[in-house]
């Protein structure tokens, strides 16, 4: 059944939001997964911060090209569905790259990170970023490195002071 120009119009709007109120996407080709694999990927992708819609090519191609993102006419091929990432994409990309190796007919085509078109290859690269918490962490240690060897090297002569006036006080 045919949807009529409204209608589309409706589903132009939802798409174009998406887009807009995500962090980044990940668009994939997804022929052949059976209901019980997709339904698996929408829980994934959401538990990751994220929601899994399937698209209509010819509709995605025309919001894409409104948004001024460049895609090659083959990335409309076959089914898509898009993996949009609400909070932090790399958990998203990480579900989508995991399920693409569980079941084969899943194919990352391409992606969105900050509103501009990455190759599959970025987005597989994103897939094996630590989670943000532990990026955090690591990047505090490396900022606080330095300081904290500060404090030392500069307690150090206090510290070595006081066991000086100490053993002289106990040998008294």
């Known amino acids: 059944m045919a949807i009529t120009r409204e209608q589309k119009e409706k589903v132009l709007v939802q798409y174009r939001e998406w887009l807009e109120n995500s962090q980044g996407a990940v668009i994939m080709e997804y022929i052949g997964l059976d209901s019980k694999a997709i339904e698996q990927l929408r829980r994934q992708v959401r538990e990751a911060g994220g929601e899994f819609h399937v698209v209509k090519n010819t509709l995605i191609k025309r919001v894409f090209d ?71 962490a690591q990047l505090l240690g490396t900022i606080m490195a330095p300081a904290s060897k500060l404090v030392r090297t500069l307690a150090e002569p206090a510290r070595g002071l006081a066991a000086v006036i100490k053993a002289h006080a106990e040998q008294e």
């Open 66 to 136: 409104a948004m001024e993102m460049a895609f090659p006419d083959t990335m409309y091929v076959e089914s898509t569905g898009i993996a949009f990432a609400f909070e932090d994409v790399p958990p998203v990309a990480k579900v989508v790259s995991d399920l693409s190796k569980e079941y084969e007919v899943i194919k990352i085509k391409a992606g969105i990170l900050d509103g501009q078109p990455i190759p599959p290859e970025d987005v597989r690269a994103l897939a094996s970023l630590p989670p943000l918490p532990v990026m955090r």
